[in-house]
């Protein structure tokens, strides 16, 4: 099953290698990873996503609590949450098909956040499904560049994941 | 003020650090020079860093404190590797400092550097790269916590030339206390997953207590054996364990696993309920884990959580400190364990008959036939055995011979027994026994080897002369890689790819040469009589080695069956099998 672990960790240097140097040793699969500072200067939020059994998650968990750098962790998918990730791509976008990609991106609600005569640059936010959706809607032809960012959450409700 | 290096040599001071294991180089050499002006840390010169490591293992298997090592950057920092991975696979606690290349130097490939950090991040419990003089006190403060407390291991403290400059003085406090936030071992294990135990066990009809080395690291043998005398269950300790239980006491089975004894093994597979305690249900232990044990419910009490339900399902986990949690389960069982009734007792008299009935196999019954001259290693051990009065501290290399030593001399202290079980490294022996040595200037330490082990660190000889450790070498010698050669006979139709030991060296003129005494032993008869002279009084404070040419064609058995075998699969003898 996909899962989606979010982790404070020390902000220091080291310790984001530890995490994923974890994962290559033990052998745990890494899908998407993200990683940033967060509004604590001394903490970073790292979300990554691996596929996992139930026993393989509860490894992964308690191995990266091990870690003396991991402050505090929480499996998303063990309840509710809200997942995003965002992508940029940049399309061929010639004549008829100008008209067409811009319907798209609307029904997904992406935005164009550059044009030139020959291309389009859309920013689209979202679940995985729904960047993998878009991404399929495009030809295979006219997609000439993609970046994703990772998955990014958060529990629903109440519930955070603080010190 | 101080200068780093001198704030380093104070800190270690600070933790009551008595002996540090290394050798020099351009990184450490502010360090060197900051040992050098004072004189309560004592410096051992090792003859190869890996020694300096295992050495500094032995120190802290048989004292319980952390061993501490000092190696310079680049080679000096890689040939500490195997034995911080050593020490890493058997929990045991360490703090490594490695010299670095100066700070504006790191990350351009420079002389003798080396991503230590990086090098060893699979193989600690943690590491610092050290950025500033003024933060070393807090570093290293941090470094024995860690190492020290919760599951133990070792910890890297990588420090560049510079932070240690005897021209750059910065102000020095060390710190009374330390506290990570993100790093809090268990204190006590959960009361009510204790109180389930304690009913399971009170309920039990073929119970098994199986014991490992965290009993030993967690100091909890006193109270494993006040539980176990309580109760009158059988007990079981793996390769790790051994010693945690008085082997000789009756209630005991011997060693469980690969290399476990017929009854443990068969007790194993056929109980009930299992009270895991300190052990981590490792591959060589349970052979095919999804045949492990099929009737057995399991208690498993361990101080890292992670190593709960890792390889095997359990049933009740309880994550704390053995000493507490034994603590706990005695308090208990004292209270409740009158309430056991007459059937029970009866159910476990049955078992226990059950269990007497495999012990009469006496699988641990050397074989001989008649006109058979040659010296079996298991006499060897037994002989040592009878020689020591079965008190010295033992450590091993990794073959053949160290699994004839755990099963032929039994334990009946912890601490006693020392030996690589989770990485199982050759070469470990001899600075292991040095290490013991070192804390334990007074007693008997032996180092059972074998010809191709003790070849891997035989340059620690020359320590030994230097710092007179009186060390008792035992090489089992059979003029092959025993182990590899058992599993070519057994899988390889008795291919024996190089598994030949060729060219080996007059071990007796080797020993010599360093000024060790040396004797060389082929004959069973004589066997006794040197040993005698060996353990003598004369000879107390010498380095003997002892070159015992055994029979090369001697299997270790029992041996689990594999692959696809459960507990209960051994061969008994060669081509026997349950
Ligand atoms: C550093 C290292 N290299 C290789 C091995 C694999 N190995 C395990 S036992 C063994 C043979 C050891 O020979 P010896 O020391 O003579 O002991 P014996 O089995 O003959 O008693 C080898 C090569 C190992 N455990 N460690
Ligand atoms: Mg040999």
């Known amino acids: 099953m996909r899962r989606i672990i979010s982790v404070l960790i020390e902000n220091e240097a080291g310790a984001l290698s530890r995490v994923i140097g974890l994962f290559a040793q033990r052998n745990y699969n890494i899908e998407s990873l993200t990683v940033a500072p967060t509004e604590d200067e001394t903490l970073s939020r790292l979300t990554l996503t691996t596929e996992a059994s139930d026993k393989q998650v509860e490894q992964i968990t308690k191995q990266l609590n091990k870690l003396i750098e991991v402050v505090k962790l929480v499996d998303l998918t063990d309840g509710e949450h809200i997942e995003r990730e965002l992508m940029l791509i940049k399309l061929k976008a010639a004549g008829a098909q100008r008209a067409e990609i811009k319907r798209t991106a609307d029904i997904f609600r992406g935005q164009i956040v550059d044009v030139t005569n020959a291309t389009y640059t859309i920013q689209l936010t979202g679940t995985t499904e729904k960047l993998d959706a878009f991404l399929r809607s495009m030809a295979d032809s006219t997609i000439m560049e993609v970046v994703r960012s990772g998955v990014s959450g958060l529990s629903r409700g109440e519930k955070i994941l603080a010190l | ?578």
């Open chain 2, 1 to 578: 003020m101080l200068s780093g290096g001198d704030i380093l040599i104070r800190s270690l001071q600070e933790e009551n650090v008595d002996h540090v294991f290394g050798y020099p180089g351009g990184a450490v050499l502010h360090i060197y020079d900051a040992l050098f002006r004072q004189n309560k840390v004592k410096h051992v010169l090792v003859r190869h860093e890996q020694a300096a490591t295992h050495m500094a293992d032995g120190y802290a298997r048989s004292t319980g404190l952390p061993g501490v090592v000092l190696v310079t950057s680049g080679p000096g920092a890689t040939n500490a590797v195997t034995g911080i991975a050593t020490a890493y696979m058997d929990s045991i606690p360490m703090v490594v400092i490695s010299g670095q290349v100066q700070s504006h130097l790191i990350g351009t490939d420079s002389f003798q550097e080396t991503d230590m950090v990086g090098i060893s991040r699979p193989i600690v419990k943690h590491s610092f790269l050290v950025k500033k003089a003024e933060d070393i006190p807090m570093i290293i403060k941090k470094a024995f916590y860690i190492a020290t407390t919760g599951r133990p291991g070792p910890v890297v403290v990588d420090i560049p030339k510079d932070i240690t400059n005897p021209t750059d003085l910065v102000e020095y406090e060390y710190p009374s206390d330390v506290a990570i936030r993100s790093y809090s071992p268990a204190g006590k294990g959960h009361t009510g997953q204790i109180k389930k135990a304690i009913s399971m066990l009170l309920n039990a009809e073929r119970p098994m207590i199986y014991a490992g080395g965290g009993v030993i690291q967690g100091n909890g043998s006193e109270l494993l054996v006040t539980l176990c005398r309580k109760v009158g269950f059988p007990v079981t300790n793996t390769l790790m364990g051994l010693g945690a239980f008085p082997a000789t006491d009756s209630q005991f089975l011997g060693m469980l696993g690969m290399h476990g004894t017929y009854e443990a093994n068969m007790a194993m597979h056929h109980c009930d309920l299992i009270l895991a305690v300190g052990a981590r249900f490792d591959d060589r232990v349970t052979n095919t884990v999804s045949k492990f044990c099929p009737n057995a419910k399991i208690i498993h009490v361990d101080i890292d959580p992670a190593s709960i339900a890792k390889n095997v399902d359990v049933d009740v986990p309880i994550v704390g400190p053995v000493v507490s949690v034994l603590s706990e389960m005695n308090a208990l069982l004292e209270a409740n364990w009158v309430n056991r009734t007459d059937d029970q007792e009866k159910l476990l008299a049955e078992w226990w008959s059950q269990i007497e009935g495999w012990r009469k196999q006496d699988c641990l019954a050397v074989e001989r036939d008649e006109h058979d001259t040659q010296i079996k290693p298991q006499e060897a051990v037994q002989a040592v055995y009878r020689a020591t009065n079965g008190t010295s501290y033992v450590t091993t290399d990794v073959g053949q011979h160290q699994m004839f030593a755990a099963l032929y001399y039994p334990f009946d202290e912890p601490r006693k027994w020392i030996n690589s079980g989770g990485l199982g490294t050759m070469g470990f022996g001899l600075p292991a026994a040095m290490g013991v040595q070192m804390a334990f200037p007074e007693e008997v330490v032996t180092c059972i080897t074998g010809e191709g082990s003790i070849q891997m660190n035989i340059q620690e000889l020359s320590t030994c002369s230097q710092y007179g450790l009186p060390v008792k070498v035992i090489n089992l010698n059979n003029r092959s890689l025993g182990m590899v050669k058992q599993w070519q006979d057994m899988q390889y139709d008795g291919r024996h790819s190089h598994s030949y030991m060729d060219s080996l060296p007059d071990f007796v003129a080797l020993v010599e040469s360093y000024g060790h005494i040396g004797f060389k032993v082929d004959r069973l008869d004589e066997l006794e009589d040197v040993l005698a002279e060996v353990y003598s009084e004369k000879l107390k404070n010498r380095l003997v080695f002892v070159d015992i040419q055994t029979d090369p064609e001697v299997h270790v058995y029992p041996m689990h069956v594999a692959p696809n075998g459960s507990m209960r699969d051994m061969w008994l003898k060669k081509g026997v099998r349950t």
